[in-house]
């Protein structure tokens, strides 16, 4: 069985800001990876994947994430913070079957001027 | 290339009735999977189609069928609508689990149940 933790429902960041999103895992298998960024009345959109090639994976709009294996990890960070990075961001992880994701609760990032 | 399209996007229907949601991955996807978003449950598996076979489901009750057709297009369907199954129905595609892939979704489903 897999399961995510997401800490933090809700952050909120100041535009310019360090962004730092916690995603915490369990899986039974080795696992790959993945932040998900959800606006308003839309799908989700990839912004990186682990997939077990480099422990730091970089994404799009500047966020990157890291896999520590020890803390069972993969936070999702960003220098600095945009007003259009305002969104929900899910973290999920899926085994060797990539049709099927456990999706984290989600935090809804809020970006101050 | 076109993304993943749903139709409809929006849905209202009342309790009793049933439901069919319609999904079209990427072209050459060949898996299609769906989810339902809830603010209570979150985003939650429902079932996996892969060349027309149902590959994995969730713990859904068997209301919430689904099939896919020879050109990967998938439909959903839910019978005897409960409140409990508003929410946004996603679909998401992959092309294949030979090389990892990740999954594309569409813009979601909004039903209502009244």
């Known amino acids: 069985a897999q399961s995510v933790t997401q800490l933090g429902s809700h952050v909120s960041v100041s535009e310019g800001a360090l962004v730092l999103l916690r995603c915490n895992y369990s899986?039974?298998?080795?696992?790959?990876l993945f932040w998900y960024v959800q606006y308003p009345n839309q799908g989700l959109q990839l912004l990186l994947k682990?997939?077990?090639?480099?422990?730091l994976v970089k994404g799009i709009n500047g966020f990157e994430a890291e896999f520590k294996k020890s803390e069972t990890s993969f936070h999702l960070t960003k220098p600095s913070a945009h007003m259009s990075d305002a969104a929900e961001y899910f973290c999920?992880?899926?085994?060797?079957?990539?049709?099927?994701?456990?999706f984290g609760d989600g935090t809804t990032l809020t970006v101050k001027p | 290339k076109a993304g993943v399209t749903q139709t409809p996007r929006y849905l209202i229907k009342t309790r009793g009735q049933q439901v069919t949601l319609s999904c079209s991955p990427i072209?050459?996807?060949?898996?299609v999977s769906w989810y339902q978003q809830t603010p209570g449950q979150g985003l939650q598996f429902l079932f996996e189609y892969f060349s027309e076979t149902q590959r994995n489901k969730g713990n859904f009750p068997g209301r919430f069928s689904g099939r896919q057709f020879s050109n990967s297009r998938s439909e959903m369907n839910v019978s005897t609508l409960e409140l409990g199954d508003s929410a946004l129905y996603l679909c998401?595609?992959?092309?294949?689990?030979?090389?990892?892939?990740?999954?594309?979704f569409g813009p979601g489903t909004r039903l209502t149940v009244l």
């Open positions: 998401a595609s992959l092309r294949d689990t030979f090389s990892y892939n990740e999954q594309f």
């Open positions: 999920a992880v899926s085994n060797t079957n990539a049709g099927k994701s456990t």
């Open positions: 682990y997939t077990s090639a480099a422990t």
């Open positions: 072209s050459g996807h060949r898996s």
């Open positions: 899986s039974s298998v080795p696992p790959y």
